[in-house]
């Protein structure tokens, strides 16, 4: 009596579909990666700005003011097409009113310089799938394309210290002066230096191979505060500033050179100092991946 073997045709097939179901499951065993990322951080709010004169546009970018940022990531595939990840990014914005393309904010005279420190959480969902990384050499099995493209949003807080530079040059911390008469009657209540925000944004990734990658990311932060220029509403009456926070609080409150553009003269309460707009900052970054296999190691290798 003879063993039977199975037909050509149908060993074929079935090898196919063991090597397609092995590729499909193959992001399974790299789900964890790290990154480190390297880039730019700016902001839009009330101080600088293109031409607009309104921080809530997309026309007051201004890419003069541009400073350096850094941050680190862990990413969680979910599935194929989704994945979480937890960021920290730190980095520096800066605003200044010389350097505006709006008459009155050059005659008021502001600038400020602040670092971000932002811990978040975001979902992705990849619109150009991320490639497995396949051994395979077989035609059309190779994993997909190693360009990978991503939206995300999330949440996050994030530490901020405005600074303002004085008539000597240094710079000075601005929340403990209360500049905007925070505390005292009819002035607004004092800010918090943590607040929420909402990072929104889109990403590239190009796969060197199952474990590397490298990419470029762009988030907008929508932020819960006004603050972060420590600008935002009207100037208080200088004479109850100064009695009660001192002549330094005066001094960084109110640094209008002329009349142009102002609707009071310097010196005067209750001139507009700020928009109403919440503020938003941004960071892009180059990054560099690191995927971690977990799972054990398969017996046959193509």
């Known amino acids: 009596m003879t063993r039977r073997s199975l037909p050509i045709f149908l060993i074929l097939p079935l090898f196919l579909v063991l090597i397609t179901t092995t590729q499909a499951q193959r992001w399974k065993r790299y789900r964890h990666e790290v990154s480190v990322n390297l880039g730019a951080a700016n902001y839009l709010g009330d101080l600088g700005g293109a031409s607009t004169g309104d921080g809530s546009r997309f026309g007051d970018f201004q890419f003069a003011v541009t400073r350096p940022a ?3 990531s862990y990413r969680y595939r979910l599935a194929e097409r989704f994945a979480a990840k937890a960021n920290f990014m730190y980095g520096r914005v800066y605003g200044d009113d010389a350097e505006a393309g709006n008459d009155g904010r050059k005659s008021r005279n502001l600038n400020f310089r602040s670092p971000v420190m932002e811990f978040s959480v975001q979902g992705e969902f990849y619109f150009l799938k991320e490639a497995s990384g396949s051994a395979y050499r077989l035609s059309g099995m190779r994993g997909g394309s190693p360009i990978a493209g991503y939206l995300f949003g999330g949440i996050g807080l994030f530490y901020f210290n405005p600074q303002g530079e004085n008539a000597n040059g240094d710079w000075v911390d601005l929340a403990d002066l209360n500049t905007e008469g925070q505390g005292l009657p009819g002035g607004p209540d004092d800010y918090s230096q943590v607040a929420v925000a909402f990072p929104l944004g889109f990403g590239f990734k190009y796969n060197i191979n199952r474990e590397w ?29 100064a009695t009660e926070y001192g002549t330094e609080a005066l001094e960084m409150a109110d640094k209008r050179i002329d009349e142009t553009g102002n609707d009071l003269p310097p010196g005067a309460a209750g001139g507009i100092r700020g ?22 190691r398969g017996r046959t290798r193509f």
């Open 275 to 296: 928009g109403d707009a919440l503020d938003s900052y941004m960071f892009g970054f180059v990054t560099i991946g690191y995927k971690f296999k977990t799972g054990k």
């Open 70 to 72: 850094f941050g680190v």
């Open 213 to 241: 990658s490298v990419g470029l990311e762009y988030g907008i932060r929508m932020t819960t505060t006004d603050y972060l220029d420590d600008v935002s509403g009207e100037y208080y009456d200088p004479a109850t500033l």
